[in-house]
């Protein structure tokens, strides 16, 4: 059963990627992908907020297996941002990959320490 709502919920997290992807694209007006950013950055704050509340309590490891590999896992997609940042490379824009890579890991990074602390919290 846990298989199976462990697929069912990365479904539905690779459809809210697609939908944040979107929405965020409509709105940007840079030339870099800041979809993927928006997407990863959330889906690292999510998922450490999922792992600090999942050590701190108990009892609650299948639900926090659906969430994080799941539903997090389908939305995430760090794949996509490594194609992006090689098309911007491809196209001679290398500083701009490099502010797209770069920037996404940092700010990635901060939103797992905050959802971390945040998580461990509650």
Known sequence: MILLLTALAGG??????????????????T???????????TACFALGLLTGYGLTQLGHEHLV??????????????STASVE???????????????????????SLAASVLGLAIGGIA
């Open 12 to 29: 539905i997290g690779g459809a809210l990627r697609f939908l944040v992807d979107t929405g965020v694209s409509r709105i940007n007006r």
């Open 31 to 41: 030339t870099l992908p800041l979809g993927t950013v928006v997407v990863n950055a």
């Open 65 to 78: 297996a659906v969430l994080g590999v799941g539903l997090l896992g389908g939305y995430s997609t760090f």
């Open 85 to 107: 940042g090689a098309r911007l490379i491809r196209d001679g824009r290398w500083p701009a990959a490099l502010v797209h890579g770069g920037g996404m890991l940092a700010v």
